[in-house]
């Protein structure tokens, strides 16, 4: 196989690559970490031309000398030569303070991290012991989330905890990288709405995540500990479920979008430390064990979120505890150091910022920002909670505030959490649910719903896969939902006009346009079938008229004159005229096209 060049420059030093395009990707990443001098866990990222990460892959494109990639070593290990030049190891010296940690944790009463592991294989024991998919005991050590089996089984009969190797793997990776230093670079992109998601992988995101804690000051300012925060992270990162939309990488994705609503609005000073505290951590802590299947499943089922929470919010509320059942645990619980007051404030805000998540409440809480808008009190606790509300729906429904390479795979996996939960209620007979907002979508590749199309059933709106259209639902969600919602903060905010309200309009616009060119299209295609029609009936009436006159002994060419048509020849010209107009008396609207052009027959 043909190998590829790549050009890029590292540190303003010209270098180049040669690889195949088959080579696996760990591969052509160390052949970048190698030219970069780069460790092992160093975090490295390549920068087109025009400034876009683009990912290390066997698939990277082919470029030339004059139009190089920058390739940027944006975390590094704080192991550097000068301590080895003093002569002690680093790696040492940390592995003996983590054994000092652990002493002075058992010396204070508190219990060690690794009792808080065991009670999650505990737990995990547990769960496979209530599981009705382990039919013997053997099948109390299998993992029937991992391999082809997991794979081959239906959407709605797979296992949405994540693995004990997935686990294992992010922790481990996480631990390497957590005392990396970030680039001044890397962290002013984190603070803007253009940040791509899709190019960093989980444990990478939990460094960014605490890197936000780390730039806000939230970890001197409200006394966090950094090991507590890691801890917290990470079990943030466990309690999110491998679906579709609602998952880990989402949860990011609003964290960072509210972590750069508070930079580039300067709501630290507008509001206070411990407000945007709390805005961050909801943010985070938002959608915590998302099933994959809305409210409305919820209640239609039954389920025991439903029981519980009287179907008001069953999934937001379901959230809320997760998250302070999180920080029940001593080594995760990020708020033991703010003192009774502040708590139960924090505490407060996280509750309110994340049922204010549930979209069934949004025109109530869009009204009620609106209404206070015109005078609107800084000191006021309830317009501060109301601007805390708003904040965070901004950022849960941000994507199309974000380049479109970013927000359209977004609108794929969203569009499969619809199509999943609209086929499970077709399998339990529950009625149809439709989503509280027009949701963000785009054509799939499949052309056929899940189940319905199969029995014939018909099909919620918005969760037919064949019907929902990137621009019809786009459309009416960014003009209806998203911009009204948008437009309510900026002016509130006018410092996010350019970051994230003017990209909306463009969006907006561009889906607009795609309205008009797909319907355009749309009737081209409708006069295309149509015409098609009309030329088949054409050629289905000629075929009858030469099969009639093969059986009368005529030529192929000629046609029986009708009555009306028979002359003498003094008449010819009459004839011709008739001929050519056709028969004016026809009611057949096709007599023209099997008349003109025919041979003249006359009388003889």
Not at 55 to 83: F, H, M, R, W
Not at 365 to 380: A, E, G, H, T, V
Not at 570 to 586: F, M, Q, T
Request: aromatic share 8%; charged share 25%.
């Amino acid at each position: 196989m043909a190998t590829k060049v790549i050009y890029f420059t590292i540190a303003g030093r010209p270098e180049q690559a040669e690889f195949r395009s088959d080579f696996p990707a760990d591969d052509v990443k160390d052949v970048f970490r190698a030219a970069a001098e780069a460790r092992q866990h160093d975090i490295l990222k390549l920068y087109n031309t025009r400034g876009n990460i683009v990912n290390i892959c066997p698939k990277l494109e082919e470029n030339t000398p004059d139009k190089p990639y920058k390739l940027e070593v944006v975390a590094a290990q704080c192991t550097g030569s000068l301590a080895e030049q003093l002569g002690f190891d680093v790696n040492e010296m940390e592995s003996r303070l983590e054994m000092l940690e652990k002493k002075v944790m058992v010396d204070s009463g508190e219990t060690p991290s690794v009792v808080y592991e065991l009670r999650n294989k505990v737990e995990d024991f547990r769960q496979k012991l209530e599981s009705v998919e382990h039919l013997s005991w053997l099948g109390l050590f299998k993992d029937f989330a991992v391999g082809s089996q997991s794979s081959n089984l239906p959407f709605y009969k797979r296992k949405l905890k994540k693995t004990d190797v997935e686990q294992r793997r992010v922790l481990e990776k996480f631990n390497k990288i957590k005392s990396v230093q970030l680039t001044d670079d890397v962290r002013e992109f984190l603070r803007l709405p253009t940040f791509d998601n899709w190019q960093w992988e989980d444990a990478e995101m939990l460094l960014l995540l605490q890197q936000m804690f780390i730039d806000l000051e939230f970890t001197t300012r409200l006394n966090i500990e950094l090991s507590v925060l890691q801890n917290f992270l990470f079990e943030v990162f466990r309690h999110y479920n491998n679906v579709p939309f609602h998952n880990f990488k989402h949860c990011f994705c609003v964290a960072q979008m509210m972590y750069g609503i508070i930079w580039l609005a300067d709501m630290q000073e507008l509001l206070g430390d411990l407000e945007c505290f709390i805005m961050l951590v909801s943010a985070i802590c938002h959608d915590l064990d998302h099933p994959g299947y809305n409210n409305s499943y919820q209640v239609n089922a039954k389920t025991e979120l439903a029981l519980r929470y009287n179907d008001i919010s069953p999934l937001e509320n379901h959230h809320c505890s997760v998250a302070f059942q999180l920080m029940e645990k001593p080594h995760c619980n990020i708020l033991k150091n703010l003192g009774p007051e502040k708590y139960k404030k924090a505490r407060e805000g996280m509750i309110f910022c994340i049922l204010a998540t549930d979209m069934a409440k949004h025109n109530e809480i869009l009204n009620q920002f609106k209404s206070l808008l015109p005078n609107f009190d800084y000191s006021n606790s309830d317009h501060v909670n109301q601007l805390m509300k708003v904040s965070i729906k901004v950022a849960d429904i941000s994507n199309e505030a974000r380049p479109m390479d970013v927000s359209e795979p977004w609108i794929d996996c969203l569009l499969q959490e619809f199509f999943n939960q609209r086929s499970l209620e077709q399998l339990e007979g529950l009625p149809s649910s439709t989503p509280p907002y027009t949701p963000s979508s785009t054509h799939l590749d499949v052309t056929k719903s899940d189940m319905e199309k199969l029995e014939g059933l018909p099909i919620s709106p918005f969760m037919d896969r064949e019907k929902v259209s990137k621009s019809s639902s786009q459309t009416g969600f960014i003009q209806f939902v998203l911009l009204p919602l948008f437009e309510s903060l900026g002016q509130l905010l006018p410092k996010l006009e350019p970051h994230i309200i003017m990209p909306v309009r463009k969006a907006l616009e561009y889906y607009s346009d795609m309205t008009k060119a797909m319907e355009e299209e749309k009737r081209r295609k409708e006069e295309q079938k149509q015409n098609s029609k009309e030329e088949l009936k054409n050629i289905t009436k000629e075929n009858g008229t030469l099969s009639l006159q093969k059986q009368n002994g005529q030529p192929p060419n000629t046609r029986v004159p009708s009555p009306g048509a028979i002359s003498t020849g003094s008449n010819s010209a009459k004839e011709r005229k008739i001929l050519k107009s056709g028969n004016p008396h026809s009611n057949n609207p096709h007599s023209n096209q099997s008349i003109v052009g025919k041979t003249n027959i006359k009388a003889k």
